[in-house]
């Protein structure tokens, strides 16, 4: 480009090669500038930290025999927060260690050993892989799956007219005959403890007044417990019914005696038993 040797021509020029200056990285220098100034501002705050402290009350509750350290002794542990207000901080930091007080670039001390664990809200997801909350439900014979044994005792059944003290003796041993025979060990109470998920069979069994021949009924009821965790909550756990099983004289396909559609629980619990533990062919 040729200049012009008069002022004006001069001035002319100038204006032009500045205005043919594309406007957009002039911008885009602008913001790299101001991005940079502003890195360096944020970077020369203070880091803001906010202290609080809570007060845990922990409560121990022992089960079982042996207790507190026995193999046989279980825990259920029971726990209650507050805020704990109060201006004596340098207390507080010296219980964790911090004899100068509190470095707000370092973490917080580690917990003891032995610390009740802190779980935040989707502590289950991330432990276990998945959410229990998402879990289709399962049939409900999945609930046998993988049992090998089991605590039954109907020793104390009360004996129905026409049967001897007994009763519930005799039906024992019947049953216990008949799981074994499947695959099904009957443990005591003592040995419960240690089973996984700790099933029970509980059978209910009833008789209205003997003296009413004409309207005299019977009923089983029998439920196998076990210890469950909610979905929801996986630290409540309890004992809760997952299988049952009634019948009784008034059931349309119960024939013999009292003594009869009690053996039926047993049969009936096998051969669910089976369909989820029967390996597939």
Same mark, same amino acid.
């Given at each position: 480009?040729r200049?012009?040797?008069?002022g ?6 100038l204006?032009?090669? *500045?205005?043919?200056?594309?406007? /957009?990285?002039?911008? #885009?220098q602008?913001a ?7 890195? +360096? #501002?944020a970077a020369? =705050?203070?880091?803001?930290?906010r202290d +609080?402290?809570?007060? *845990?009350?922990? @409560?121990? +509750? %022992? ?11 279980q825990e259920?542990r029971? %726990?209650?927060? @507050?805020?704990l ?7 507080? &930091?010296r =219980? ?12 917080v001390?580690k917990? !003891? #050993?032995? #610390?009740?664990?802190?779980? !935040?809200?989707?502590?289950? /997801?991330?432990?276990?892989?998945f959410?229990?909350l998402?879990?289709p439900k ?7 799956r993988?049992?090998?044994?089991l ?7 009360k004996?129905p007219?026409? &049967?001897?003290?007994?009763?519930g003796?005799?039906?024992?041993g019947?049953?216990v $005959?008949?799981? $074994?025979?499947?695959?099904?060990r ?6 419960l403890s @240690?089973?996984?998920? !700790?099933?029970?069979?509980n059978i %209910? &069994?009833?008789f209205?007044?003997p003296?009413? =021949?004409?309207?005299?009924? %019977?009923?089983?009821?029998a $439920? =196998?417990a076990?210890?469950?965790l909610l979905? /929801?909550? *996986? ?12 019948t009784g004289?008034t059931a349309?396909d ?5 003594a009869?559609?009690?053996m039926?629980?047993?049969d ?5 038993h089976r ?5 597939? +062919?």
């Amino acid at each position: 480009m040729r200049l012009a040797r008069t002022g004006q021509g001069l001035v002319a020029v100038l204006l032009a090669c *500045l205005l043919a200056v594309p406007a /957009r990285p002039l911008l #885009a220098q602008t913001a790299e500038v101001q991005g940079a100034q502003a890195g +360096r #501002a944020a970077a020369a =705050l203070p880091h803001l930290t906010r202290d +609080r402290f809570w007060i *845990l009350w922990e @409560r121990v +509750r %022992y089960f079982g025999t042996h207790c507190p350290a026995g193999a046989t002794c279980q825990e259920l542990r029971s %726990y209650s927060s @507050r805020p704990l207000i109060t201006n004596n901080t340098g207390y507080i &930091f010296r =219980l964790f260690g911090l004899q100068e007080g509190p470095d707000p670039e370092s973490d917080v001390p580690k917990d !003891q #050993a032995g #610390a009740p664990q802190v779980c !935040q809200p989707d502590a289950a /997801r991330r432990m276990l892989g998945f959410d229990p909350l998402a879990l289709p439900k399962s049939v409900k014979g999945e609930v046998l799956r993988g049992i090998e044994a089991l605590h039954l005792d109907i020793t104390g059944l009360k004996a129905p007219p026409g &049967f001897g003290a007994d009763f519930g003796r005799q039906l024992q041993g019947e049953f216990v $005959s008949k799981l $074994s025979a499947a695959g099904l060990r009957v443990v005591s109470k003592e040995e419960l403890s @240690r089973l996984p998920g !700790q099933p029970v069979l509980n059978i %209910y &069994f009833s008789f209205s007044d003997p003296e009413d =021949l004409c309207d005299y009924t %019977y009923s089983v009821f029998a $439920s =196998l417990a076990q210890d469950v965790l909610l979905v /929801r909550d *996986l630290r409540i756990k309890v004992a809760a019914g997952v299988w049952s099983y009634s019948t009784g004289n008034t059931a349309k396909d119960h024939q013999g005696t009292e003594a009869d559609a009690i053996m039926r629980v047993v049969d009936a619990l096998i051969q669910a038993h089976r369909e989820v533990n029967t390996p597939s +062919r």
